[in-house]
């Protein structure tokens, strides 16, 4: 069983960055893949990056790539979204999404544990 809570969500300016938080709890924590998803109004969710549970492998949306870093440090069972550049497209509520498969998967259907999300708004 995994418990994850998203913080650090904010108004922020375009070109700006921002850093959210996914804590989790959980003795399976280590060993699961954790992806970060967002969802805008009217929009269906969709995958933004995830990291397996070494850390070694990490995949990213086309749309963010090279702005967005995720790392995760299990030491603290928690994982972080750098996000830099930001462009109001990346308006959306941000969610953690944890599941105890070695495997990163961009559909949401695949994880298990989901925290409730934090709002991030990129506007001037």
């Known amino acids: 069983q995994v418990h994850v809570v998203e913080s650090g969500g904010q108004l922020v300016q375009p070109g700006g960055s921002l850093r959210l938080s996914c804590a989790a709890s959980g003795r399976d924590f280590a060993s699961s893949a954790v992806a970060w998803f967002r969802q805008a109004p009217g929009r269906e969710r969709e995958f933004v990056t995830a990291?397996?549970?070494?850390?070694?492998?990490?995949r990213y949306a086309d749309s963010v790539k090279g702005r967005f870093t995720i790392s995760r440090d299990n030491t603290k069972n928690t994982v972080y979204l750098q996000m830099n550049s930001l462009k109001p497209e990346d308006t959306a509520v941000y969610y953690c999404?944890?599941?105890?498969?070695?495997?990163?998967?961009?559909?949401?259907?695949?994880?298990?544990?989901w925290g409730q999300g934090t709002q991030v708004t990129v506007s001037s």
């Open positions: 999404a944890a599941d105890p498969r070695p495997f990163i998967y961009v559909d949401p259907a695949r994880y298990k544990y």
């Open positions: 990291i397996t549970g070494s850390g070694r492998t990490t």
